[in-house]
């Protein structure tokens, strides 16, 4: 195979897709000697006259082989692809104030697709409408990094205080950032885009102000008011003598002062979603409970399966079950969890840590995103902002994540 690209990279996504890169290209070379030495076998034993079942068993490993370097050639053109545009987007400049016009344009498309998103819809027409996300998306990508890694992917400014949470990619937190950006007379959004949540505290502490002070003024109205019907009375009846105003007045005093403050709104609590929630939302559906075996340490209560584990890659290995089925499944904080059919382990060996999570594959149907069938699915983990979590395994075989920045949302694992 062509080694044209680099070992490594500062920027912390082309460094994790060159990363991809050369471990596969290292997998298909050890796949490769694996092959040739099958080879030499098969032609001794036919030169041997060896038996037929050992002869077919090696010819059934030699084609098994070749079919694997054949999916590992098109996994390194896929991932060479991928980590060329990732540099030639790196060499490309950020659009000028000129290009404003075609950025309004890409980003009506995206607001667009974005909309279409949140319609209730089935088979072809969401696949369809994820398509479109997906292109626009990527035409902002294209057309300015910077503006695509903060207002779609989310990724804080390294100057921006810790203590701000970042933007995400979806709903009303969007529109805010993109008012922010664009300006009050934004044509995209309207005159409707409402402010980041710090502006939201600092309105309504505006409006509780006002508020006291129109009551302030009530009140001297009410007051006044009073005064003039009291000095009507006296007028129409001068009779009235000295004692009684003198003890009308004094009971006026005894009264005690009734200051009102303007009502604040009371913090709602959230909750956690529970293990239904995050099964229907995750994969569209809830199909039942199933009991599992999960290693120590984790959670008590129910957990949401998410899907069958096909395969975890770390960065000391490649792990795939062997004894029973294994279920990848989360907590109700969002957190990923292991748990098998059997009490079997799930990896022999002592205790040990595998390093940092690289890839996960897992089979499950989305009906949701139109895919009915059980499909496999893959994510890299960390593909954002470069955190992994680790994959640790007990004494009893059990596997454990620990760390990471992921999220879960209706369109899989992010992050």
Same mark, same amino acid.
């Given at each position: 195979m062509e080694k044209s690209l680099p070992k490594k990279s500062k920027d912390k996504i082309l460094n994790g897709l060159l990363f991809d890169y050369w471990s596969t290209l290292d997998t298909r070379a050890t796949t490769l000697d694996g092959m040739r030495a099958v080879r030499k076998r098969l032609a001794t034993l036919r030169a041997e006259g060896g038996s037929k079942e050992r002869i077919k068993a090696e010819v059934l490993t030699a084609k098994e082989r070749h079919a694997e370097i054949k999916y590992l050639d098109r996994k390194i053109a896929q991932r060479k692809k991928l980590a060329m545009a990732r540099m030639a987007q790196l060499?490309?400049?950020?659009?000028?104030? @000129?290009?404003?016009?075609?950025?309004?344009?890409?980003?009506?498309a995206y607001i667009k697709a974005l909309a279409d998103l949140d319609k209730p819809m089935k088979g072809a027409n969401a696949r369809a409408a994820q398509m479109r996300l997906g292109k626009a998306q990527e035409a902002i990508r294209k057309f300015d990094p910077d503006a695509y890694?903060?207002?779609?992917?989310?990724? #804080?400014?390294?100057?921006?205080?810790?203590?701000?949470?970042?933007l995400k990619t979806t709903g009303r937190a969007v529109k805010s950032a993109v008012s922010s950006v664009l300006g009050a007379g934004s044509q995209i959004l309207g005159a409707g885009s409402k402010a980041l949540a710090n502006g939201k505290r600092r309105k309504n502490k505006t409006v509780i102000k006002k508020a006291k002070k129109v009551i302030v003024l009530n009140k001297g109205k009410k007051k006044a008011a009073k005064k003039r019907k009291r000095n009507a009375t006296t007028a129409k009846s001068p009779n009235r003598t000295a004692s009684a105003k003198r003890a009308r007045a004094s009971s006026v005093r005894?009264?005690?002062?009734?200051?009102? &403050?303007?009502?604040?709104?009371?913090a709602v609590a959230k909750r956690n979603p529970n293990a239904t929630e995050i099964r229907k939302?995750?994969?569209? @559906?809830?199909?039942? @409970? #199933?009991?599992?075996?999960f290693p120590k340490?984790?959670?008590?209560?129910?957990?949401?399966?998410?899907?069958?584990l096909v395969l975890i890659?770390?960065?000391?290995?490649?792990?795939?079950?062997?004894?029973?089925? &294994?279920?990848l499944c989360a907590d109700t904080n969002g957190k990923l969890h292991l748990g098998s059919t059997t009490q079997a382990p799930m990896v022999a060996g002592p205790a040990r840590n595998f390093g940092? &999570?690289?890839?996960?594959e897992y089979e499950s149907s989305k009906p949701h995103l139109g895919y009915g069938k059980p499909v496999v699915w893959f994510h890299r983990m960390g593909e954002e902002d470069g955190i992994r979590?680790?994959?640790?395994?007990?004494?009893?075989g059990g596997l454990t994540f620990h760390g990471g920045a992921y999220r879960l949302t209706s369109r899989g694992i992010e992050n």
């Open positions: 060499k490309k400049k950020n659009p000028k104030a @000129s290009q404003s016009a075609q950025w309004e344009k890409l980003w009506s890694k903060r207002l779609i992917m989310g990724v #804080r400014n390294a100057k921006q205080s810790k203590g701000k949470t970042a005894r009264k005690p002062a009734v200051k009102k &403050v303007a009502r604040s709104r009371k939302k995750f994969a569209g @559906s809830v199909n039942g @409970s #199933r009991e599992l075996y340490g984790t959670p008590a209560g129910q957990l949401a399966k998410l899907g069958r890659k770390t960065q000391r290995a490649t792990i795939r079950p062997t004894r029973g089925t &294994v279920w940092k &999570v690289l890839r996960l979590p680790t994959l640790h395994a007990d004494s009893a």
